[in-house]
């Protein structure tokens, strides 16, 4: 039976170990945002979703564990130079469909478990189709992140994986505030062209 509390700190050690794993994961992400490399970035967010993968088996988080696996296995393609237009496609597909399968199939038993589980699917889904556009603008991928942040709040929450909901929380937070400051810069920025005198 499912039973949800907001927040329920009678956790087992499978749950605690999979909090602890996935805010170390999370950590491993937040480092990659200093990094100015890309091979370093993808490298240290391998790492994020390597760790990340362990702590949500332990949490029972199946989709999301599948979304975590299906990047560690794009990254490695980006290493090795060899991702490409199709490769992404297929890690797209491939986590949707593993995803979707996974859910359904090892939570049969509980139908709030499998509505949940396609939140992160969803999540990595409407992320990859933002980035693959050509020409998108960063509007749409700070709306994309929030997105994304949002479903893996959720998930976390309901799901005990309280670092993945703090965690992504903040990364919401941080977002938003980011869509704000382009738009009001960009705001300001036709406003002065509006002032400025035209030549005659």
Known sequence: MFTFTL???????MQIAGNILTLIGMSFFFISSFLKKKRDIVLTQTGNHAISL???????????????????????F?????????WNIFFIVLGVVLGTILNVVLQLDSPMMIALGFLPVFAAFQYSIIILLPNV???????????????????????KNYSMALTNSIIF??????????????NKASTVDEEQPSEE
């Open 137 to 159: 603008k960063v509007p749409w991928i700070k709306a994309s992140m929030a997105c994304s942040c949002v479903c893996w709040t959720v998930y976390g929450l309901f799901l």
């Open 78 to 86: 980006i290493v090795c130079n060899k991702n490409n237009k199709y």
């Open 7 to 13: 927040i329920d700190f009678n956790m087992t050690p």
């Open 173 to 186: 937070i941080a977002t938003i505030i980011a869509l704000i400051q382009y738009f009001v810069g960009k």
């Open 54 to 76: 362990i702590g949500q088996c332990l949490l029972g988080q199946v989709s999301g564990a599948v979304q975590d696996g299906v990047s560690v296995i794009r990254n490695i």
